[in-house]
C-alpha cells in the first residue's frame, strides 16, 4: 500500500486525533453515506455508540461532541473551532441535529437525545481495535435503515468493518517510483539512487501530486503549525476540562524574553514551542495532526528550533524537514503503530520524537546512514511510554511530555551527526521492539485513563 506525508500531516482540530479528529471524520462519512445510498430523507433518528478507549476516555477528549459535528456534516480541517462549542450546545438544547446541515443547510432535521441515543461503553470493546464506533440509523417506525461501524485507528486515520483483516489503514494501490516498508529498504533506495531521504521521498509523492503542489502543501502544514505556536504563546487562563490546568507557554515566553540571549535558551525555547502547540491542542483548537493530536508539538517545535537556531533554514528546508519526518513516520504506520489506544504513547510520542529527529538530521546535512539512526535514537529513548492521561484529556502528563520528547529530538539529531551512521540497533528493530512492548503492555496503560498517572493523581 501506499501512505502519502499528506496522510501523516493534516490540518485538524484538538485534542485528540484518534478521540476527535477520527471520530468526526467517522460521523461525517456515515452522514454523507445516508445521503449517497438515498435515505437521509427518510432518516428519523440516529445512535451512535462508543467502545474501548472510545468509551472510557471520550468525554475527556471531546468525542461525543466530535461525533455531532461530524454528523452535522463538518470536517476536522474546516469546522470553525471558535464556533464549535456554540453548535454543540445548541444540539444540546434544542435537543435538534442537522444532518449533514454544514453542506446542505437545515433541510433535514431530526429530533436527537443525546444521553439516549449518544452512548459511551466504558468496558466493552470491539474485536478489531480499541478505537470503535457503531452508528445507526432509523426511519420514523424504528426500521433500520444503515449500520456501519468505524475504527479510529490513530492519526486521524479512520477505517470501516469492510476494511478489517485488511490492513490498519485505507488501503491505497497508488504505484509509487521508489516503494519502501521498512528502513533497511529506505537505506537501500538511497543508496541505489544516490538521492536523499526527503529527495526520494519527494519522487514517491509526484505519484499524486505535482512537484510545486507538494511545496505548497507542506508549506501551508508548516504556516498552520506556526499560527498554533503564535496563538499558544500568547494566550493565557485555565485549560477546559475540570482539572484546572494552568496555561504556562505565555508566562515562561515573557520571562525568556525578558532575560533576552536567546541563543542561550534554546532548548528552553523548544520547549516552549511544544507545549504551546499543546495547550492549544487542549483547548480544542487548530492543529496539525503530526502525527498526531497528542504529540502534535514535537515537530513543529523542532521546526521552529530550526528556524531560530539553525542558519539557513529556508522553505526548502522546512520542506525537506518534513519530507524525511514523513519518511521515518511512514515505517511507523507500516510496521507498528501510532496509537496510543493500540500501543501506549511510544506510538504518539515516540514516533513523533523519532520522525522529528530525522527530519532535522536531514536538514542539517546527515547522511541517509545519519537520519536512520537520529530517528533510532527518537524511539529507543520512548520506548514502553504508558498512555495514562489524567481525567482523560490530553493535559497532563501530555503537554509537558511533548516539551520533553522535542528536546530528545533535538539531542538525537545532534548525536547521529557525531557519527557515521553505523549502529548497533537499526530504526527496524526499534520499531518491532515498540510495536511489541505494545502488545505486552497492560491495556490499562493504553488511553484508558485507569492506570497509571491517571489514578494516583487525584483530580482537583
Known amino acids: 500500500m501506499a501512505i502519502s506525508v499528506f496522510d501523516l500531516f493534516s490540518i485538524g482540530i484538538g485534542p485528540s486525533s484518534s ?31 462508543l467502545f474501548g478507549s472510545l468509551g472510557a476516555t471520550g468525554h475527556g477528549h471531546g468525542t461525543p461532541q466530535a461525533v455531532l459535528l461530524g454528523l452535522e456534516g463538518e470536517s476536522p480541517r474546516t469546522v470553525d ?35 439516549r441515543q449518544l ?16 452508528l445507526f440509523a432509523y426511519d420514523a417506525e424504528g426500521a433500520p435503515l444503515l449500520e456501519k461501524t468505524y475504527y479510529s485507528v490513530g492519526g486521524g486515520f479512520v477505517v470501516d468493518e469492510d476494511a478489517v483483516g485488511e490492513d490498519r489503514i485505507k488501503l491505497d494501490d497508488t504505484v509509487l517510483r521508489h516503494p519502501f516498508r521498512t528502513g533497511d529498504e529506505l537505506l537501500r533506495l538511497t543508496r541505489e539512487t544516490g538521492l536523499s531521504v526527503s529527495r526520494l521521498m519527494l519522487e514517491n509523492e509526484k505519484a499524486w501530486r505535482t512537484e510545486e503542489e507538494i511545496r505548497a502543501g507542506l508549506l501551508e502544514i508548516w504556516q498552520v503549525m506556526r499560527d ?61 495532526t503530526a502525527p498526531t493530536n497528542g504529540a502534535a508539538g514535537i515537530i513543529p517545535a523542532v521546526l521552529h528550533h530550526a528556524r531560530d537556531f539553525v542558519p539557513g533554514t529556508d522553505d526548502d528546508a522546512v520542506v525537506r524537514f518534513l519530507l524525511a519526518a514523513g519518511a521515518i513516520g511512514m515505517l511507523f504506520k507500516e510496521n507498528a503503530s501510532i496509537s496510543g489506544a493500540e500501543v501506549g504513547c511510544q506510538g504518539e510520542v515516540g514516533s513523533a520524537c523519532s520522525m522529528a529527529a530525522g527530519g532535522l538530521a536531514e536538514i542539517l546535512g546527515g547522511s541517509p546512514e545519519q537520519v536512520e539512526n537520529a530517528a533510532e535514537i527518537g524511539i529507543e529513548h520512548n520506548l514502553g511510554l504508558t498512555c495514562d492521561p489524567v481525567g482523560g484529556l490530553v493535559q497532563i502528563p501530555c503537554i509537558e511530555r511533548n516539551g520533553m ?26 520499531i518491532k521492539t515498540m510495536r511489541d512492548t505494545g502488545a505486552d503492555m497492560k491495556v490499562k496503560y493504553k488511553e484508558t485513563a485507569r492506570g497509571g498517572l491517571a489514578v494516583n493523581v487525584i483530580e482537583c
Open 19 to 49: 478521540h476527535t479528529v477520527g471520530p468526526m471524520r467517522a460521523a461525517n462519512l456515515f452522514a454523507r453515506r445516508l445521503k449517497n445510498e438515498g435515505v437521509l430523507a427518510h432518516t428519523a433518528s440516529v445512535r451512535a455508540e
Open 119 to 134: 452512548i459511551l461503553h466504558r468496558r466493552r470493546s470491539l474485536p478489531y481495535h480499541a478505537n470503535g464506533m457503531t
Open 405 to 430: 520528547a522535542a528536546v530528545k529530538a533535538v539531542t538525537a539529531a545532534r548525536m547521529s551527526l557525531r557519527g557515521d551512521g553505523r549502529h548497533h540497533v537499526s530504526l527496524d528493530k526499534a
Open 81 to 115: 473551532v471558535e464556533n464549535a462549542d456554540a453548535r454543540v450546545a445548541r444540539i444540546r438544547e434544542t435537543g435538534r441535529l442537522r444532518l449533514l446541515g454544514a453542506e446542505i443547510g437545515d433541510a433535514h432535521e431530526i429530533a436527537f437525545d443525546e444521553p
Open 228 to 288: 498554533c505556536v503564535e496563538r499558544g504563546l500568547t494566550q493565557e487562563g485555565i485549560l477546559p476540562g475540570g482539572l484546572k490546568v494552568r496555561r504556562r507557554a505565555a508566562t515562561s515566553a515573557r520571562q525568556l524574553r525578558a532575560e533576552g540571549q536567546k541563543q542561550a535558551h534554546a532548548l528552553e525555547w523548544t520547549t516552549l514551542y511544544a507545549m504551546a502547540v499543546n495547550e492549544e491542542n487542549a483547548a480544542g483548537g487548530r492543529v496539525v
